[in-house]
């Protein structure tokens, strides 16, 4: 990732000495010649913006055409609470306003429209396309038009309802850099994409997968049969919910008590985001982003979870059979 043969410059080297140290220059390199596109700026993607442009990445396209709420600005450190300020500005608008503060050799900008009517050409400019809040079919659609770009473009998908929070990440085949008893050795992984991992049968999963991707499932399954956007549920939801949870675990041979009454509940009434979860899953991501750009460090495969009730943060691997 990254175009080859370019160096740092000499102002480059002297702002992010302290990452050099940490990384190495050729991955501080990477980084600095990586272009990066976000879409959906709730809580969780402002902690990853906020940590990239940190970082230092080369440029930061954000799309987000929504309009500030009031819920919104929960966990949005980002957008100035002033209504005078963001009155008439889109939420990707004020982010770029900001995140251009928090490091001027990043180049931040804004792309309008619908996240779902961009083509794969458009993806191809990127190297790391990161989605939130979107539907399960722009969702897959997404992932799909990386996969057709000629060079790799790394997708990631990230949610966070209530106090829980889930990362997908599809590297295609990516090879990395790892050292085991003083020596270094290339690894190579394959990935799945979105469509293909949710598409494993429920029954072959491990026992102890975690209750918290079953329960993902089924309310990303009752929004999209629903027409809903990402989010808009309630707790009179509870009931339908329920018989959708009913259905899928008759299809996929899979006890109920895998999917708590609680954990539903729990996921589809609340509509706020809890500042603390986003900042934990937000650096995640900014982790596991800068690990791909770069090409050292193991990368996650290919499900993260994280519960804030239990204070775990769960990797699953879930591949189909011919990954």
Not at 50 to 61: F, P
Not at 186 to 193: A, V
Not at 230 to 258: F, I, M, W, Y
Not at 287 to 304: H, M, R, Y
Request: proline share 4%; net charge negative; with cysteine.
């Amino acid at each position: 990732m990254g175009t080859e043969g370019e160096q740092l410059t000499e102002q480059e080297t002297a702002i992010y000495d302290r990452q050099i140290r940490v990384w190495g220059v050729d991955a501080q390199r990477r980084l600095s010649k990586s272009h990066v596109f976000v879409s959906g700026l709730k809580g969780t993607c402002v902690e990853f913006c906020k940590n990239i442009v940190l970082a230092g990445v080369g440029s930061l396209t954000l799309n987000d055409d929504r309009l500030v709420t009031e819920e919104l600005l929960l966990a949005n450190f980002l957008i100035p609470p002033d209504e005078n300020v963001f009155r008439g500005k889109s939420i990707a608008e004020l982010c770029c306003d900001s995140l251009k503060d928090f490091n001027p050799m990043v180049s931040v900008s804004v792309e309008k429209g619908a996240l779902s009517n961009f083509d794969a050409d458009f993806f191809q400019k990127f190297d790391v396309v990161v989605v939130s809040c979107c539907s399960l079919l722009t969702k897959k659609s997404v992932n799909a038009k990386c996969h057709k770009s000629p060079k790799r473009v790394a997708f990631y998908s990230v949610e966070c309802r209530d106090s829980c929070g889930e990362i997908f990440v599809d590297l295609q085949k990516y090879s990395y850099c790892k050292k085991k008893n003083e020596e270094t050795m290339e690894c190579t992984l394959q990935y799945p994409s979105f469509e293909e991992a949710i598409a494993v049968p429920w029954r072959s999963l491990p026992k102890r997968m975690s209750k918290l991707y079953f329960a993902m499932r089924v309310i990303e399954r009752f929004e999209e049969l629903e027409g809903r956007n990402p989010g808009e549920t309630s707790a009179d939801d509870l009931p339908n919910v329920q018989k959708l949870r009913k259905e899928l675990c008759e299809a996929h041979c899979l006890n109920e008590s895998q999917i708590p009454d609680s954990l539903l509940q729990r996921l589809i009434a609340s509509r706020s985001e809890f500042p603390p979860v986003c900042a934990i899953i937000g650096g995640i991501l900014g982790q596991e982003v800068i690990k791909a750009i770069s090409g050292k460090g193991d990368p996650l495969k290919n499900f993260f979870f994280f519960d804030a009730m239990d204070g775990k943060g769960i990797i699953e691997d879930i591949s189909n059979v011919n990954s």
